[in-house]
């Protein structure tokens, strides 16, 4: 950001859509506090940012699209516990709820990128797909830009806050996932000796 201003933020949070471990609960509070003291505008840092996620988003939606339907389910068959009518139901849930799930996961830490994927899988429209991805992430950037532009020397107090949001998101997956583990095992058949 020092060297590229907003567009080094955007370019940053471009990166952090296709390779989620780079945090972007640290980079947007950062590019706020830069906001503040003047190094870039804020106007600047929100749009360059949203048009980072944008590209992110778009890559990974197009990685979906390309992996496809059908090499999916054959990818899928081979994880253990998984069959093809959980692919089903993901499919039909995808469906009914694939704009606010888009619009949605755009703000849940992990699955911000994550959600670019199943769209392209399931070749939502590229121009609702982008609408919707632009309207979730203008909020997500904008709020954490405006806490670091607000905290000022403080905007690290961010990081803190949107970790235990990250923890109770990564608890309720892994509940999620042990339920579904259980619930397969109780239910295959037990073979008879």
Known sequence: MES??????????????????????????????AAGRGDLTLLGAIFWTTAGSIVGALVLYLLGARL??????RLVVKVPLVDIADVDRTEAWFDRH?????????????????????????RMPVARFLVLTLIGSAVWNTVFILAGYLLGENWETVQRYADVLQWIVVAVVVAAVVV??????????????
């Open 98 to 122: 694939g704009d606010k799930a888009v619009l949605l996961g755009r703000m849940i830490p992990l699955f911000r990128s994550f959600i670019s994927v199943p769209a392209g899988i399931e």
């Open 68 to 73: 496809g339907r059908d090499r999916m389910r």
């Open 4 to 33: 590229l201003g907003a567009f080094g933020a955007g370019l940053a949070i471009a990166i952090e859509n296709i390779f989620p471990p780079l945090p972007s609960e640290v980079i947007l509070p950062l590019a706020g506090f």
């Open 180 to 193: 579904f583990v259980v619930r397969r095992v109780r239910n295959r058949p037990h073979e008879v000796e």
